[in-house]
């Protein structure tokens, strides 16, 4: 049973940094697409950044520049480093992945909800002005 637990959630102010943690167990899989998601109060859920095996990564337009993507094999870790946050990151931050997935060279993973299959609890980041 895969399962993937999300941790680093929190309040700062406007202009402040955070970094989530996302622990994945179940699994062993070489080839990975992984992903945070988002979720405001009466919003859809929103794709903010991914990374795939190979360490190709995509994010949306609203966090370019500001949040980055990692991740840690060693330790089966997905991580997101926040910076220069703003009231309108505010949400319910989502870890997923998907794996096995096939990894084309070249290519970049997607921020698309329906393309992962395994979901963590979520954890609340608030940002306030």
């Known amino acids: 049973l895969v399962q993937l637990a999300e941790s680093g959630g929190g309040s700062v102010q406007s202009g402040g940094s955070l970094r989530l943690s996302c622990a994945a167990s179940g699994y062993t899989y070489n080839s990975y697409w992984m992903a945070w998601f988002r979720q405001a109060p009466g919003k859809e859920r929103e794709g903010v950044a991914a990374i795939d095996s190979d360490g190709s990564t995509r994010y949306a337009d609203s966090v370019k520049g500001r949040f980055t993507v990692s991740a840690d094999n060693a330790k089966n870790t997905l991580y997101l480093q926040m910076n220069s946050l703003k009231p309108e990151d505010t949400a319910m931050y989502y870890c997923?992945?998907?794996?096995?997935?096939?990894?084309?060279?070249?290519?970049?993973?997607?921020?698309?909800?329906?393309?992962?299959?395994?979901w963590g609890q979520g954890t609340q980041v608030t940002v306030s002005s």
């Open positions: 997923a992945a998907d794996s096995p997935r096939t990894v084309v060279p070249g290519s970049f993973p997607g921020l698309g909800d329906y393309e992962y299959n395994y």
